[in-house]
């Protein structure tokens, strides 16, 4: 007669038990987030985290009839000079990189080392991972899961589908989100419509859309809008959104 397995101690028990629950606790969140990653490779987002933030923060500072601004627009709706233009402005080594410029974050860290204030050296692929999947703000563990989600979306996504999350998720005013909104708002008419300097300032509100605006330009707006557009023209005009679609370096 075969004989039983002896049964295994109640203490060696509840250690197996402990360690399959805390082995569940470590996977679920890391399982969660490639769902989400993978699902928004083809799915348009409801909302991003930084809407949501900025939701919450309207309703803790009472402001109740708080409504976000956002609308899901393809690719082909924003036409060639609006991503050309984001690129010009705010990640000119895009197609080059894996997520991460390391040329501008040793600029970044050399400037930091002669005294100068620590600059962002962020991608738009960064932008992407902080901006869908997390909140704005500095903190050690924010940049660890930004390192994290950019890596994955570089991962899983093409530099096509990056880009067009970018110019639909970007905060582009007080509650508004997307250049899809923010083009009609701004000058009342489609992002595909409007001429390239229009859609340089629009771009050079950025990082502080909330308080710039495109349609009353200061200065500053227009010096640096002017910049985009040069930029603009010594990346290749339109005929860069050939190199990125095709993916092979002119």
């Not at 060696?12 to 679920?28: F, G, N, V």
Request: aromatic share 10%; charged share 25%; proline share 7%.
């Amino acid at each position: 007669m075969a004989r039983s397995k002896p049964t295994p101690p109640p203490r060696q028990t509840r250690k197996r038990r402990w360690r399959r629950w805390l082995l569940i606790l470590l996977l679920t969140p890391v399982v969660f987030s490639l769902l989400l990653v993978l699902i928004f490779r083809f799915a348009a987002p409801p909302l991003s985290g930084v809407m949501a933030e900025r939701i919450l923060q309207a309703r803790a500072a009472g402001q109740d009839d708080f409504r976000i601004d956002y609308q899901w627009c393809e690719f082909e709706s924003f036409g060639p000079y609006l991503p050309l233009a984001v690129v010009a402005s705010e990640d000119q080594r895009f197609l080059d990189h894996h997520g991460f410029d390391t040329v501008e974050i040793k600029k970044a860290l050399d400037a930091a080392e002669d005294g100068e204030r620590l600059r962002g050296a962020s991608t738009i692929s960064q932008q992407v991972a902080k901006n869908l999947f997390l909140w704005s703000g500095r903190s050690w563990l924010r940049k660890g899961l930004e390192v994290y989600f950019t890596a994955l979306v570089e991962l899983a996504w093409p530099k096509k589908r990056v880009l067009e999350t970018y110019l639909n998720i970007a905060e582009t005013g007080d509650g508004m989100f997307g250049f899809c909104s923010a083009c009609q708002r701004r000058f009342g008419k489609p992002c595909s419509t409007l001429a390239p300097y229009q859609l340089a300032l629009m771009v050079a509100t950025l990082p502080d859309p909330r308080r710039r605006r495109a349609d009353k330009p200061t200065p500053y707006l227009h010096q640096r809008a002017s910049w985009i557009v040069r930029q603009m023209e010594q990346l290749g005009g339109p005929a860069w959104l050939q190199q990125m679609e095709s993916g092979k370096p002119e």
